[in-house]
């Protein structure tokens, strides 16, 4: 079996994590348009980075630490600093009647606000859990220990809960 080439290599890869870069790419861009932005750029990291993957963890560790490392290079760039939680837009809740579809994707939308809102420490375990990622891996993608990763998962919890819920215990 011949191996298989860079492009092809790179083009497997996108298939088979592309919807998940995407979602990162969306939790560390501003908006749309510079998530799609980040989004290329990711894809040429990976085509860059891929033929020195040594297999010494999953491609999918390898995979997100690129794409990690390139969506804090693509924020330094822009100048974007992370906002304080104390500065959370509120959105509103959809209508009533609204479809189960439109209110997952309305909460879907309220907690990626949140959470682009987290310092980078926390945002980057939250961002991964939500891929579905356990402790182990995203401390190898971190290069902290699973521990940490544990830590840093429930002070994320901890910021986002104080953020998504009024004191009154309405959403905000």
């Known amino acids: ?14 298939d088979e994590h592309g919807e998940a870069l995407r979602r990162l790419a969306r939790a560390y861009a501003i908006d749309g348009i510079s998530a799609d932005d980040l989004m ?3 894809a040429i990291a990976l085509w860059d980075a891929l033929p020195s993957f040594r297999g010494e963890c999953s491609e999918r560790t390898f995979v997100f630490r690129v794409a990690r490392n390139r969506a804090l290079t693509h924020r330094h760039r822009r100048g974007r600093t992370t906002q304080s939680l104390d500065d959370a837009e509120t959105i509103a809740d959809p209508a009533p009647g609204a479809d189960v ?6 909460q879907h939308e309220l907690l990626m606000r949140h959470v682009q809102r987290l310092p980078e420490t ?6 991964m859990r ?4 356990h402790d182990l891996e995203i401390a190898e993608v971190l290069g902290i220990s699973a521990g940490n990763v544990a830590v840093r998962l429930t002070r994320a919890r901890a910021a986002l809960r104080s953020t998504m819920v009024a004191p009154s215990g309405q959403q905000s």
């Not at 079996?1 to 996108?14: G, H, I, N, Q």
């Open 1 to 14: 079996m011949r191996p298989e080439s860079r492009d092809a290599r790179l083009v497997r890869t996108l």
């Open 40 to 42: 290329q750029e990711i």
């Open 130 to 133: 939500l891929e579905g990622m």
């Open 101 to 106: 579809a439109v209110e997952q994707r309305s």
């Open 122 to 127: 926390l945002r980057s375990v939250v961002v």
